[in-house]
């Protein structure tokens, strides 16, 4: 069994726990940064798509951080390794930080530990990645087109994520 969080807690000093069941974990903001600075995560944004009446509609999207192992770039992970799946486990935490906290008429995935290889593009050196995915999905009505709610929480990400200082499409500069 993966040693996922149970639940996350958002705290009124700005700090979030994740309790794994073998006791509570503090995040900062600081202690995210860290994280993210470690693993060299950056982030994509890509649309979901669903075929509604014959035709392709975007329904949500995709967030996907995309980050190495702390044994860094040079020495990649063979995918389902334990080092991939702790780096995996680790990025995941920030992926369930990030997320609007209050209820929405949309709702959030975040995938499960694939075991495949995740080649980045040459704006990010064709390195092997490990990657956390989270979809901003309609809560009801799957097939209907983007709407504002999901509009606004992938803003909301985008903005945790820049305060965080995660880059969007490539490398943080002190990676590059």
């Known amino acids: 069994m993966t040693n996922q969080p149970q639940s996350i807690e958002a705290n009124t000093d ?20 860290e994280i993210a600075e ?3 995560v950056c982030y994509e ?14 329904v949500g999207f995709s967030v996907t951080l995309c980050g190495v192992s702390e044994r860094g770039e040079g020495q990649p992970d063979l995918p389902g390794s334990g080092h991939a799946f702790k780096t995996y486990t680790t990025m995941r935490r920030v992926a369930e930080l990030i997320l609007p906290k209050e209820e929405r008429s949309c709702r959030f995935e975040v995938e499960a530990f694939d075991r495949s290889w995740h080649v980045a593009p040459s704006v990010r050196r064709g390195r092997n990645e490990t990657v956390v995915t989270i979809k901003i999905l309609h809560r009801r009505n799957f097939h209907a087109p983007i709407d504002d709610c999901q509009q606004q929480c992938l803003s909301e990400i985008r903005e945790s994520l820049a305060r965080l200082a995660i880059p969007e499409n490539t490398l943080a500069r002190s990676a590059n």
Do not use: I, K, N, Y
């Open 38 to 40: 470690r693993h060299s």
């Open 14 to 33: 700005g700090q979030r726990t994740a309790d794994s069941g073998a006791g509570q974990t503090v995040f900062t903001a600081e202690s995210l940064r």
């Open 45 to 58: 944004v890509w649309p979901e798509w669903s075929v509604s009446g014959g035709r392709a509609v975007r």
